[in-house]
């Protein structure tokens, strides 16, 4: 079973009836996703692609009894649309969009604490399950396929490049989960690793991380407490300059345990493989995981 | 975005946290004069985005008011050059005139988001008017932190213990707190992602008073502090990616390289600076074209590029996800023809929209070197830039 989504899923769109939720509920449904729901305030009655949109979150799961939720609403109201998701008791809200201010997150993470839901982004590219064909993200389909890796990224296109790389080697993925570019994240690296380190069709784990934050070094110190599984990083900024936002809220060095090299460094104290080369993920995975 | 000292301080006294008295002079004449109402002897500091003022000679106490004029005139319009800056400086377009003060104590404190934390953390310490990243690294004990959970906010007991953690007199534990609740205060209203008084001077005649702020918005906001964005000053920062956020292109970051990049998604952007240094050559740009649909800014993107003279070739690395490969295509090939690029195309193409993307290249009859992945794009373009 995989660690957030699985062939029980019922995945409701919110924002389905803009530009990129349509799009993306449709290519979720046509990767095998259980796409039951959309919603959209007012536009309740419409279709799309044969999926019932609704005019509230709540409304939704009472009429298809949807447990999950894409949010692909604009930034303005993004955060208003994670506490409606939250609030209907979801297992799972994967919020896409990026651009919410930190300090809504701050209050986000906060409400949430004890909740049995698990949010996901905002700012990220979602989830996909290959081994379930199921996917509630934008990710491209044929860069995942079906395995026992589980790998875990803060950027969008970096998590499609391991998974690419990754299947070009033979190695699939159990669940790729892209936790979002942020400095306040709804579910942090420690977060996926404890269930990628519970899972029983997870074999190995990868991790795609860059400079900023301390999420890395958190999340390895856990491993190297609790998890025998093989572990392997990347961080990607190691030519960037200090003191500047490198597109993600979260990617600023502030200060020296920062650094991709500390992040780095920190893995590999913690027991796992750093991986310098992005290019080459796919390649030191697949050497390691081999002998 | 980052907003000048006098703003900061406005905001800050608009919280009811005290400031020095001063105002903003954006002429040598309006200095003299502004200086001449406040007496003459005051402190003038040329108002930039940059730190490390004081010892490029941008802050300067003088007697007089011609003194504020001659020190305004040679300030104003003039290109100040800091250790934070680049060599070629940042122009100085206004100057704060204000009150000198008599120090007797400098402190720090700070407000920001602590990642780790995931809340916001007031930060403060005895040890002012210093590097606090050194008083961090050397002295932790004399750092204290306080974090505000958001659903309790801020309580006053948490100003008071930082003022008896400073060692305060008890006659201005109560000032401090209610300095730090007006902190506090603007910090959320203003949705700030750093609010830092630096020092925080206790005077002679016992006033606490905000000596220095550097107060940065949350760049994700802009669609709720309108009055805050329109504080910004696009002076400050580097002409080339203020022309490039003006086009639409707004994570833009000019480097110094040769190798122009365009990439979708800032992980990758950042691997892929990665992979041509691990190459041995160097990116001219970050540049994250994000993950909207749109030809116009794919457009944008190459236009700023052209606008490099350091660009030697363009690497577009480009993994379809949301932003569909086929719409890139579309908007490189209208691009190249638009400018008559020069500089080679490098190009790596995968994701969603690649076939149709593919196409539309191969069918515009625009020359370009295709990479069949990261490494080979990367090895491409770190060569095309050295052949020319």
């Known amino acids: ?291 | 975005m980052k907003v000048h000292e006098y703003q900061a301080k406005a905001i800050l006294a608009s919280f009811g946290v005290p400031v020095p008295k001063g105002q903003v002079a954006n002429t040598a004449d309006e200095a003299r004069s502004i200086a001449a109402a406040m007496g003459g002897k005051v402190v003038v500091k040329a108002q930039v985005h940059a730190g490390g003022r004081g010892k490029a000679g941008g802050v300067k106490l003088v007697n007089t008011a011609d003194e504020a004029y001659e020190v305004a005139k040679r300030l104003i319009g003039s290109r100040l050059v800091t250790h934070q800056t680049g060599p070629e400086g940042v122009p100085v377009p206004a100057v704060l005139i204000e009150e000198t003060i008599s120090v007797v104590k400098e402190l720090y404190i700070s407000i920001l988001i602590d990642g780790a934390a995931k809340s916001a953390v007031i930060m403060a310490s005895e040890a002012g008017g210093m590097d606090i990243e050194e008083v961090a690294a050397n002295t932790p004990e004399k750092l204290l932190k306080v974090w505000v959970d958001p659903i309790e906010g801020y309580q006053p007991y948490m100003g008071r213990n930082l003022a008896y953690g400073m060692g305060m007199a008890q006659e201005l534990v109560r000032p401090m707190a209610d300095l730090v609740a007006g902190l506090y205060k603007a910090f959320i209203a203003k949705d700030c992602s750093l609010l830092e008084i630096n020092p925080l001077v206790i005077t002679s005649d016992n006033r606490i008073l905000a000596a220095d702020c550097k107060l940065t918005i949350d760049d994700n906001s802009g669609f709720r502090q309108k009055e805050g964005f329109g504080l910004r000053d696009k002076s400050q920062e580097d002409p080339l990616e203020v022309e490039a956020s003006e086009t639409g292109v707004n994570n833009y970051i000019k480097l110094s390289g040769t190798i122009g990049c365009v990439v979708n998604g800032a992980g990758l952007a950042m691997a892929t600076l990665d992979t041509i240094s691990l190459f041995g050559g160097s990116a001219a740009n970050f540049l994250d074209i994000g993950t909207v649909n749109n030809v116009e800014r794919v457009v944008s993107s190459v236009r700023i590029l052209t606008r490099d003279p350091d660009v030697k070739c363009i690497f577009f690395n480009i993994f379809g996800g949301m932003a569909r490969v086929d719409i890139i295509a579309q908007g490189l090939v209208q691009a190249y023809r638009e400018f008559n690029v020069q500089a080679p195309l490098v190009a790596r193409l995968t994701g969603n929209g690649y076939d149709e993307g593919r196409k539309i290249l191969m069918e515009s009859g625009l020359p370009f070197i295709e990479a069949s992945d990261m490494a080979d794009g990367a090895q491409k373009a770190v060569a095309a830039a050295a052949a020319r």
Request: aromatic share 6%; charged share 20%; hydrophobic share 40%.
């Open chain 1, 1 to 291: 079973m995989s660690i957030l989504l699985n062939t029980q899923t019922k995945l409701l769109v919110q924002g389905i009836t803009g530009a990129e939720g349509s799009n993306h509920a449709k290519l979720c449904k046509a990767f095998g996703t259980n796409v039951v729901a959309g919603v959209t305030p007012g536009r309740a009655g419409q279709e799309v692609d044969g999926i019932p949109v609704f005019n509230y979150v709540a409304d939704a799961v009472a009429k298809t009894g949807a447990n999950a939720s894409i949010i692909f609403v604009p930034a303005a109201f993004a955060t208003d649309a994670i506490y409606e998701a939250v609030d209907a008791g979801l297992d799972l809200v994967v919020c896409i969009t990026d651009g919410l201010p930190t300090i809504d997150m701050v209050s986000v993470r906060r409400y949430m604490r004890g909740s049995k839901t698990v949010l996901i982004g905002p700012n990220c590219p979602g989830v996909i399950a290959p081994p379930e064909k199921a996917k509630a993200g934008i990710m491209p389909s044929s860069s995942f396929t079906p395995g026992r890796v589980g790998l875990v990224s803060r950027s969008g296109t970096l998590l499609y490049e391991a998974g690419a790389q990754l299947s070009a080697q033979g190695l699939g993925q159990s669940t790729a989960v892209g936790i979002g570019g942020d400095p306040v994240p709804g579910t942090s690296f420690i977060d996926i690793l404890r269930r990628f380190n519970a899972d029983p069709d997870t074999d190995s784990i990868v991790i795609i991380g860059e400079i900023g934050g301390t999420g890395e070094q958190e999340g390895a110190e856990y491993l190297k407490a609790e998890c025998k599984k093989p572990f392997f990083a990347f961080i990607a900024g190691a030519s960037a300059p200090p003191g500047r936002r490198m597109g993600h809220a979260g990617a600023i060095i502030s200060g020296a345990d920062v650094t991709a090299d500390a992040k780095l460094k920190a893995v590999e104290r913690a027991g796992g493989t750093a991986i310098r080369n992005p290019a080459e993920i796919g390649k030191v995975v697949a050497a390691a995981l081999k002998t």
